[in-house]
């Protein structure tokens, strides 16, 4: 099943739309391409206060 992001600030939707944060449109990406952008801790790279202090 796809999912939807928001290349601004990574909000996750099953559909389709705009971020609520952001109000642009979410873009389309494959489970493949969502599991690639998350550490092991299983959040977004960019939010994770563990992986950031390494």
Known sequence: MAKYVCELCGYES????????????????SEEETEEKKCKHGLSKDDCEICSEI
């Open 14 to 29: 099953e559909e389709s739309g705009e971020c609520p944060t952001c109000e642009i449109a979410l873009e389309e990406v």
